[in-house]
């Protein structure tokens, strides 16, 4: 099994930034994704991380940057720009493989706990 150590969420003015991180232990990573799920709303898909390709929903484009540090089984989502559309429950996605689309939920077969991110305005 995967243990999940997520933190950086919190309370952001519009337009601020915040790094989210997410460190796995009792696997090695291939695949990493971060989804998003607003109240109401379904989750959905922020960014992946997979070899050395990096891919973005069209809303956070140019804002959001995804990283990973292999060594540490840990991936990173720093978050420019913060609007109140961004605001939701933020949940780390890992998958020991390289199937499946980036996108989908169904790629991933471990997720971390979530954390809140708030933005004001």
């Known amino acids: 099994q995967v243990q999940f150590l997520e933190s950086g969420g919190g309370l952001v003015q519009a337009g601020g930034s915040l790094r989210l991180s997410c460190a796995a232990s009792g696997r090695t990573i291939s695949t990493w994704g971060w989804f998003r799920q607003a109240p109401g709303k379904e989750r959905e898909f922020v960014a992946a991380?997979?070899?050395?390709?990096?891919y973005y929903a069209d809303s956070v484009k140019g804002r959001f940057t995804i990283s990973r540090d292999n060594a540490k089984n840990t991936v990173y989502l720093q978050m420019n720009s913060l609007k109140a559309e961004d605001m939701g429950v933020y949940y780390c996605?890992?998958?020991?493989?390289?199937?499946?689309?980036?996108?989908?939920?169904?790629?991933?077969?471990?997720w971390g706990q979530g954390t809140q991110v708030t933005v004001s305005s």
């Open positions: 991380s997979r070899y050395d390709s990096t």
């Open positions: 996605a890992a998958s020991e493989g390289y199937r499946g689309m980036h996108s989908s939920p169904g790629t991933y077969q471990y």
